[in-house]
C-alpha cells in the first residue's frame, strides 16, 4: 500500500507538491486567504499534490479528490505567540487514513536545541505510519526554520537528510544547498527542495528547482513562491513543466508569463 500511495505522488519518480499549510502559523496570509480559489488553481496547474491540515482537508474534501493529499501531523505556536517551541504532533495516523491521505508530514530540526524532541516525533510518526502502510514525508530544517547560514552548510544538510533516511523516512524535503548531488547520493532515499521564503524574482525559484533536479533530486515542495507570486496556476504549470518535462528555468518563465498574462 505505501508503494501505491508513494506512485500517486510520484508518477514518474518525481513529485511537485504545493504546500498550503502555512494557515497552522500565520492565518489567512496573503494567497491563502481564499484558499479553495487557491486550491483550484494548484489543481489546474497540475501540481501532483497538495500538503495542508487537517482542516483544510476536511472542508475542501472534494475540491482535493482529484489530486494527491499530503496530511501535515505536526504543528507549533502561531506566529502570534510568545516563542516557538518544539512542536508537537496534533494528529493521527488514523486521522491521515480516515481523510484518504497518500501521505503524512512532520518536520524536524537537527542542529537546534529542539532537535531530540523532533526526531523522535518524527520517528514515532514513521514507525505508526508504515504499520498501516502509509508513506511519511520529512521536512528537515537544519536548526530550525530561521536558522542561519551557518547552520544550513552543505555539510549539515547533508547529515540532516541522511538522519531522516535512517529514521525510516519515505522521503526527504530539505534546503537546496550548493553540492545538491552528494545530498542526494548520500540520502538513499528521494530528496526534493523546499521552496523556502517569498522571492521577489521567479527566477530564483526556477534557477534553484532546476538546479535541484539536474544534481538527482526528485522535485520540490513549494507554498509561497507559488500562491504568493500573483499567478498561482502559471506558477504551478511551470513549476510542473520543469519537474516531469524537463524545462529548464528560462523555458519555465516562457511558460509561466504564457498563462499569467494571456
Not at 494567497?31 to 483550484?40: H, N, P, Q
Not at 479528490?65 to 506566529?79: E, I, P, Q
Not at 538522519?163 to 532515499?189: M, N, Q
Amino acid at each position: 500500500m505505501t508503494t501505491r500511495r508513494i506512485r500517486r505522488l510520484f508518477p514518474d519518480h518525481k513529485t511537485l507538491i504545493i504546500a498550503c499549510d502555512h494557515g497552522m502559523i500565520d492565518g489567512p496570509a496573503p494567497g491563502i486567504a481564499s484558499l479553495g480559489d487557491t486550491l483550484d488553481a494548484i489543481i489546474a496547474g497540475g501540481a501532483d499534490g497538495i500538503m495542508c491540515s487537517y482542516g483544510t482537508a476536511t472542508v475542501f474534501a472534494e475540491r482535493l479528490a482529484s489530486t494527491g493529499l499530503v496530511l501535515r501531523l505536526d504543528g507549533a505556536g502561531t506566529r502570534i505567540g510568545p516563542h516557538r517551541g518544539p512542536g508537537a504532533q496534533f494528529y493521527t495516523i488514523q486521522d491521515a487514513l480516515r481523510l484518504g491521505a497518500d501521505a503524512v508530514c512532520v518536520t524536524a530540526f537537527p542542529g537546534s536545541d529542539t532537535e531530540e524532541a523532533t526526531l523522535e516525533t518524527l520517528a514515532r510518526v514513521i514507525r505508526e505510519a508504515h504499520q498501516w502502510g502509509m508513506p511519511v514525508m520529512a521536512e528537515i530544517v537544519p536548526g530550525g526554520f530561521d536558522s542561519p547560514p551557518e547552520l544550513r552548510t552543505p555539510d549539515a544538510v547533508k547529515l540532516s537528510a541522511r538522519v531522516a533516511a535512517e529514521l525510516g523516512a519515505d522521503w526527504v524535503k530539505i534546503p537546496y544547498v550548493h553540492s545538491f548531488e552528494e545530498v542526494v547520493r548520500t540520502c538513499f532515499v528521494p530528496v526534493v527542495v523546499l521552496g523556502g521564503p517569498l522571492h521577489n524574482d521567479l527566477t530564483i525559484t526556477f534557477s534553484m528547482l532546476h538546479a535541484s533536479l539536474l544534481a538527482g533530486g526528485a522535485g520540490g515542495v513549494i507554498g509561497r513562491n507559488v500562491w504568493q507570486s500573483g499567478h498561482t496556476q502559471a506558477m504551478t504549470r511551470a513549476l510542473r513543466a520543469m519537474v516531469h518535462e524537463g524545462a529548464d528555468a528560462a523555458q519555465a518563465l516562457e511558460i509561466f508569463q504564457r498563462f499569467a498574462f494571456r
